[in-house]
């Protein structure tokens, strides 16, 4: 499974960004998808997860009620809808996938296929 992150960007505090995240490849048996940002000298941080069949929904909590995780199951597809971003939202944002079942969303050790990730830049 290839992962492709696309949508990073500079942008100002306040603005709104949609990140997208193609799968590609053997894509059959994908179970969860998720979303995890590190920033310089930080380690990776959990975002936001998915699962693929079900569409259940988890959040870290510095972006709950601000992101927004969907994904289109036809289409491999996964998605981050970023709002009312802030500067400390700043770092490279890297979509994840597994086939692995009954995962710890927040653990990256709980996926095995990583895309190369796009960078978030947010202005004050």
């Known amino acids: 499974v290839q992962l492709v992150e696309s949508g990073g960007g500079l942008v100002q505090a306040g603005a709104s960004l949609r990140l997208s995240c193609a799968a590609s490849?053997?894509?059959?048996?994908?179970?969860?998808a998720g979303w995890f940002r590190q920033a310089p000298g930080k380690e990776r941080e959990f975002v936001a997860g998915i699962s693929w069949s079900v569409g259940n929904r988890f959040y870290g909590d510095s972006v709950k009620g601000r992101f927004s995780i969907t994904r289109d199951y036809a289409k491999h597809m996964a998605y981050l809808q970023m709002n009312s971003l802030k500067p400390e939202d700043t770092a490279v944002y890297f979509c994840a996938a597994t086939r692995n079942d009954n995962i710890e969303y927040h653990k990256p050790n709980a996926y095995e296929f990583w895309g190369q990730g796009t960078q978030v830049t947010v202005s004050s």
């Open positions: 490849g053997l894509t059959f048996g994908i179970s969860a």
